[in-house]
């Protein structure tokens, strides 16, 4: 890439930097999607880290990131997987910084977790059960004493505002890895979400695509579909 073609994608990348939480989709707070934000906004203001428990597609994230938004806090995110490691979910040193200036703050890179303790933020671990056992014990101390031993440092405490909020699949799902019972029992509110009714689910269909103004009964087919296919496993799409 030549000089002229990085400096404007460093402008396009300025230009495309999104302040703030942005939820493109309207989250329909009916039914279970209510009574779930209800627990995790009452959790989150008791001080007990919440975990929403569901298949692929009922809506977790898109829920955990309207509670952050509505939250009024630094909302960080960051969805597992077995690349995730614990320098990048917590920071790491940059080597460079060292060999200049040593071992402080200054050469610190902070991770989304680290971040949002200092800074009192809100932080969604998403697909929590797709984190391995290293990132997992990182989670321990910050969910449990509220504080990261950060060498040389020391101990790191957490703002008071600072939250946290998880999702994970249910564990018969593929590259899903079981839970510490350590970490397990830091999570003190378990809310369960399935796939929604025809009701609910038809009026989320016509809210995210107004455009095509569908009559009842090619919603009421698109829906039956829909339901039909899910987890069939006698099926490819």
């Known amino acids: 890439m030549s000089g002229d073609d990085e400096l404007g994608f460093r402008e396009l990348l300025r230009k ?4 703030g939480i942005q939820i493109e989709n309207p989250v329909i707070l009916k039914g279970q999607y209510k009574r779930a934000y209800d627990l995790l906004r009452d959790s989150i203001d008791a001080g007990v880290t919440p975990c929403l428990v569901g298949p692929p597609g009922v809506g977790k994230s898109l829920l955990a990131r309207k509670i952050a938004g509505d939250s009024a806090r630094g909302f960080y995110e960051v969805f597992f997987d077995e690349n995730m490691t614990p320098s990048r979910l917590v920071g790491a040193f940059d080597p460079a910084l060292v060999v200049r200036r040593g071992r402080k703050v200054e050469s610190f890179e902070p991770g989304p977790l680290m971040r949002a303790m200092v800074e009192g933020g809100l932080f969604v671990a998403h697909e929590l059960n797709r984190a391995t056992e290293f990132c997992q014990n990182s989670l321990i101390a910050p969910l ?12 790191i405490k957490a703002d008071d505002e600072f939250a946290f909020v998880a999702t994970q699949n ?3 799902t593929s590259g899903t890895y079981r839970l510490s019972r350590v ?8 809310i369960r ?9 038809i009026e989320i269909l016509k809210v995210n695509a107004p455009a095509y103004d569908l009559p009842e009964d090619v ?3 698109i829906y039956d579909i829909v339901n039909d296919t899910r987890g069939n496993s006698d099926l490819e799409i």
Request: charged share 30%.
């Open 16 to 19: 495309s930097i999104v302040d």
């Open 144 to 155: 449990e004493e509220r504080h990261y031993y950060l060498y040389p440092f020391g101990m």
């Open 170 to 172: 249910p564990v018969e």
């Open 183 to 190: 970490l397990v029992d830091r999570i003190g509110c378990w």
């Open 193 to 201: 979400l399935g796939y929604p009714t025809k009701e609910t689910e």
């Open 219 to 221: 919603l009421n087919k």
